[in-house]
């Protein structure tokens, strides 16, 4: 069992550049959740699905992030247009259930926006 | 003001020493969870618990929804128990709301 795996681990954009980031659940969890770190804001819920159907996606900023789950071994992240304040650390979390059962995490993408 | 408030926020300790970390909710937690992120930014989960107590290993954590609080002990400190310390309370059937942290620094 190789963990939660996300990719890449760093990422550096410019300005108005694209990012994507990648996350592989546990084979067999059925819940995926994504959050985002800051030293100022803590850990940010993003958005969650499950079954891959999205659930909940109340902490996306509406307008250049959209999350997808094509299929149940992975999810996207997607920042079109990044802005400086998007740097952060992008954690993906996965459960077998889909409730607030035990969340296993990736190791993050740390995206840095200059 | 904060739905679940970690104390104290840091903490140095010897190794080999005992401490004892807290949360207290002001929402209705029906479960909780406790994590260590360790210095290269992994979210291990340590403990997930209904209204009780766990242990495993040096640690032990307890819950008590009717007082609204966990503790995370950790017996016989070791140097990589060192990183930050968070819990989070389940508000929902899927949302956590997670608490600020408790940076833990053990020294030799």
């Known amino acids: 069992n190789a963990g939660v795996i996300q990719t890449p681990r760093h990422k550096v954009t410019g300005k108005g550049q694209e990012a994507t980031l990648w996350c592989e659940p546990i084979s067999g969890h059925s819940a995926v959740f994504w959050y985002r770190q800051t030293i100022v804001q803590g850990l940010e819920f993003l958005t969650y699905f499950r079954n891959q159907a999205p659930i909940d996606d109340s902490g996306m900023p509406k307008e250049r992030f959209s999350a997808q789950m094509p299929n149940q071994s992975h999810s996207t992240l997607k920042i079109q247009s990044t802005q400086p304040q998007d740097s952060a650390v992008y954690l993906c979390a996965s459960t077998t259930g889909g409730g607030a059962e035990t969340l296993y995490f990736g190791s993050g993408t740390r995206l840095t926006v200059l | ?108």
């Open chain 2, 1 to 108: 003001g904060d739905k679940v408030k970690q104390s104290p926020s840091a903490l140095s300790l010897q190794e080999g020493t005992n401490s004892a970390l807290r949360c207290n909710f002001s929402i209705a937690a029906t479960t909780v969870q406790w994590f260590l992120q360790n210095p290269r930014g992994s979210l291990i989960n340590l403990f997930y618990l209904v209204p009780g107590t766990k242990e495993n290993g040096r640690l032990k954590s307890a819950f008590d929804s009717k007082e609204s609080y966990s503790t995370l002990h950790i017996r016989d400190a070791q140097l990589e128990d060192s990183g930050t310390y968070f819990c989070a309370a389940e508000a929902s059937n899927y949302q956590l709301i997670w608490g600020s942290g408790t940076k833990l620094i053990i020294k030799p």
